[in-house]
């Protein structure tokens, strides 16, 4: 069994920069990609990032391109997330992922899932 715990969610002004991370434990623990994703009040679950754990090759959706950066640590089997420029758009639950498909964008192919953790970006 795989267990995802992000840290690092906060208030934070516009124009702001907050830094998740994702601890992954298990004795299993082997993901193709870790990924990052977003959730508001009424809608489904959003991609923000991920990355490959081997290769680390990242993939972004366009609205945080230049604003966020996904990177891993394949020794500490952390995953972070750092967010600058922040707009209150960004406002979220942030979860992170483990797929053990090289799946990127859809929910469907992650596995294990964090109980995520609480952005909020102030006007």
């Known amino acids: 069994q795989v267990q995802l715990v992000e840290s690092g969610g906060d208030l934070v002004q516009t124009g702001g920069s907050l830094r998740l991370s994702c601890a992954a434990s298990g004795r299993t623990f082997s993901p193709r990609v870790m990924g990052w994703f977003r959730q508001t009040p009424g809608k489904g679950r959003e991609f923000v990032a991920a990355?490959?754990?081997?290769?680390?090759?990242?993939y972004y959706t366009d609205s945080v391109k230049g604003r966020f950066t996904i990177s891993r640590d394949n020794a500490k089997n952390t995953v972070d997330l750092q967010m600058n420029f922040l707009k209150p758009g960004d406002t979220a639950v942030y979860s992170c992922a483990a797929s053990s498909l090289f799946t990127f964008s859809d929910p469907r192919g992650y596995a294990y899932w964090g109980q995520g953790t609480q952005v909020t970006v102030s006007s």
């Open positions: 990355i490959t754990w081997s290769g680390g090759n990242t």
